[in-house]
C-alpha cells in the first residue's frame, strides 16, 4: 500500500514538474530521489548466514530451474508475464505518453497513471478484508482490465473515460499482485523461494525492454493508434489464454493447519 501510494503522487508531480519546469528539471529531481534512497540504504546491514553444506551459485541455479520448470502454474503465467510486460511497456508506457500529449495533455497522463495507482491502494486496503480462494485465477481475471485502457488510447482517448478505467486496472493488477504472492509463499518452498523468485523475475522482466525498443518503429510503421488496439486485443487474449491451463485456474488457497495446544 505505502508502494501504491507513492505511484499516485509520482506520476502527477512528475506531471506538474515537466509543464512548469520542464523534462530536464523533473529527470534531475528523479536523479535525485535515487540519492536519497542511496543514502538511507547505507546503514541497512543483513545478518550474517552461513551457506549450507554442498551450496553454491550453478546448484542453486540449476534446482532453481528444476522447481520452475516442474512447477505448471508457475511457469505458465511467467510465460504469460514476459508477453504482458512487453506490452504494457511498450504499448502503455512507450507510445501512450507519445499519444496523451497530443490529445489529453501531459498533466492528463499524470491523472491517468496516478489513477492506477490509487485503484492499488484502494484495492490494497480492501484486500485486507477479503479472501481469495483462486489467487492465480483472480489475478489473471483482474489483469485483464489493462486491455480495456490500451483500447482507449488507441480508438479516441478522453480523460475521463481513461481514468475511471486506469484506475479500475490499477484495481485489478492489486489483486493479481496479491495472488501471485499468496500463490509463491504458499505452494513453493520456503526454501526454494529465492531461486524461484528469481526465475520469476528473469522471465517477467526481461521482455519489458525489448517491448520499449519495438513498439516505437511498431507505431511508427503502423500506426500509434492501430498499434494499440492490436496490444489490448492481445492483452486480454494472453491473460483468457492464461486462466486455460488448470494448473492456474484450479490453484486454491493453502489451508493452513490447526494449532496443536498443549495438554496439561
Not at 99 to 108: E, N, P, R, S, V
Not at 130 to 144: K, N, Q, T
Not at 197 to 214: C, E, K, N
Request: proline share 6%; hydrophobic share 55%.
Amino acid at each position: 500500500m505505502a508502494r501504491g501510494a507513492l505511484f499516485a503522487v509520482g506520476p502527477t508531480t512528475a506531471a506538474v514538474l515537466v509543464v512548469t519546469v520542464g523534462p530536464g528539471w523533473a529527470l534531475a529531481a528523479d536523479a535525485a530521489t535515487w540519492l536519497v534512497a542511496l543514502v538511507l540504504l547505507v546503514p541497512v546491514r543483513v545478518p550474517h548466514r552461513a551457506p549450507a553444506p554442498g551450496s553454491g551459485v550453478v546448484r542453486d541455479l540449476r534446482e532453481g530451474w528444476t522447481l520452475f520448470r516442474s512447477t505448471t502454474w508457475l511457469w505458465v503465467v511467467v510465460l504469460a508475464f514476459g508477453a504482458l510486460n512487453a506490452i504494457s511497456s511498450g504499448a502503455l508506457h512507450t507510445l501512450g505518453p507519445g499519444l496523451a500529449k497530443d490529445t489529453i495533455g501531459i498533466t492528463g497522463w499524470g491523472y491517468v497513471l496516478s489513477a492506477q495507482a490509487i485503484g492499488l491502494v484502494v484495492t490494497g486496503i480492501v484486500l485486507l478484508r477479503v479472501s481469495i480462494r483462486y489467487p492465480l485465477r483472480a489475478g489473471m481475471i483482474g489483469c485483464l482490465f489493462l486491455a480495456a485502457p490500451l483500447l482507449m488510447l488507441g480508438l479516441g482517448p478522453q480523460l475521463v473515460p481513461l481514468v475511471v478505467g486506469m484506475f479500475v486496472a490499477g484495481a485489478g493488477l492489486e489483486v493479481f499482485g496479491l495472488g501471485w504472492s499468496l500463490a509463491m509463499q504458499e505452494h513453493i518452498p520456503l526454501e526454494m523461494l529465492s531461486r524461484a523468485s528469481s526465475y520469476d523475475a528473469l522471465g517477467s522482466m526481461v521482455a519489458v525492454p525489448i517491448g520499449q525498443l519495438t513498439f516505437g518503429p511498431l507505431g511508427e510503421s503502423f500506426g500509434t493508434r492501430p498499434v494499440l488496439v492490436a496490444s489490448g486485443i492481445a492483452y486480454g487474449a494472453i491473460c483468457l489464454l492464461t486462466l486455460t491451463s488448470r494448473s492456474v485456474g484450479n490453484l486454491e488457497r493453502a489451508v493452513a493447519e490447526p494449532a496443536v495446544s498443549a495438554v496439561t
